[in-house]
């Protein structure tokens, strides 16, 4: 299939699973996870109405940056080391990634430097594995009250990738804690925390993380095909 029939087809899921779930589509935003994706594909996807890209490596959304049209927002959503926020403090418009105060103080200091306030989404590490980064859900209340402490860092909400599943199913309990936490964190009325987005699902499981209370999907097999590593 093209990427364009691949993008329908998820929105039409993306329709679906919103439909079962009582709710609207347009409340679901669509993240392309362009990672290893060509510039050709990257550049098709945005004629094709995909707006945002989530990369997981600094230096591949650095060296793609460039040559894609500037209408496209960028997202970083894998694991962001301190030492390279510096580089993207002018190419996103969210990091999802956010997992220790250490890197609230560098994105705080960096985007304070340019006069610019860091859209971010604290990453949760729901299925407590050790090969993912991430905080422990149980800690997520304390660690966003500090984190709101420092005035150049928007908290936007939480970010979290489910356990691999056999099963699409097996995820559910994990997106339903999260939407739990999610609305728990939302009624607290934190200062400096505006809880909009619960970015959950996945090429495999994002239909059940919508019916869960996902309303930010990042899809990267399903739109560009396997990954050619």
């Known amino acids: 299939?093209?990427?364009?029939?691949?993008?329908?087809?998820?929105?039409?899921?993306?329709?679906?699973?919103?439909?079962?779930?009582?709710?609207?589509?347009?409340?679901?935003?669509?993240?392309?996870?362009?990672?290893?994706?060509?510039?050709?594909?990257?550049?098709?996807?945005?004629?094709?109405?995909?707006?945002?890209?989530?990369?997981?490596?600094?230096?591949?959304?650095?060296?793609?940056?460039?040559?894609?049209?500037?209408?496209?927002?960028?997202?970083?959503?894998?694991?962001?080391?301190?030492?390279?926020?510096?580089?993207?403090?002018?190419?996103?418009s969210m990091i999802q990634s956010v997992d220790s105060i250490k890197l609230v103080k560098e994105i705080d200091k960096r985007?304070?430097?340019?006069?610019?306030?860091?859209?971010?989404?604290?990453?949760?590490?729901?299925?407590?594995?050790?090969?993912?980064t991430g905080i422990d859900i149980d800690d997520a209340i304390d660690f966003i009250t500090k984190a709101s402490a420092y005035e150049n860092i928007k908290l936007c909400g939480l970010m979290t990738v489910a356990p691999i599943c056999e099963n699409p199913e097996m995820s559910r309990p994990y997106f339903r804690k999260m939407k739990e936490k999610f609305d728990l964190i939302k009624s607290m009325n934190i200062k400096n925390v505006d809880m909009k987005y619960l970015s959950m699902g996945m090429t495999g499981d994002f239909e059940i993380a919508i019916e869960e209370g996902s309303n930010m999907v990042r899809i990267g097999t399903g739109i560009f095909g396997e990954r050619n590593y």
């Not at 998820?10 to 079962?20: G, T």
């Not at 990257?42 to 894609?68: H, M, R, S, W």
Request: one cysteine or more.
């Open 111 to 132: 985007f304070g430097g340019c006069g610019k306030a860091a859209n971010v989404l604290v990453e949760i590490n729901i299925g407590r594995e050790e090969s993912k």
């Open 1 to 92: 299939m093209s990427i364009e029939e691949n993008i329908l087809l998820v929105n039409e899921k993306i329709k679906e699973a919103c439909k079962r779930a009582g709710r609207c589509s347009d409340e679901v935003k669509l993240i392309a996870v362009s990672k290893t994706a060509s510039l050709d594909s990257i550049n098709k996807a945005l004629e094709c109405g995909i707006t945002t890209f989530g990369e997981n490596k600094v230096q591949e959304l650095v060296d793609k940056f460039p040559y894609v049209d500037k209408k496209a927002e960028w997202n970083m959503i894998g694991h962001l080391q301190t030492n390279k926020v510096k580089y993207i403090v002018d190419k996103v």
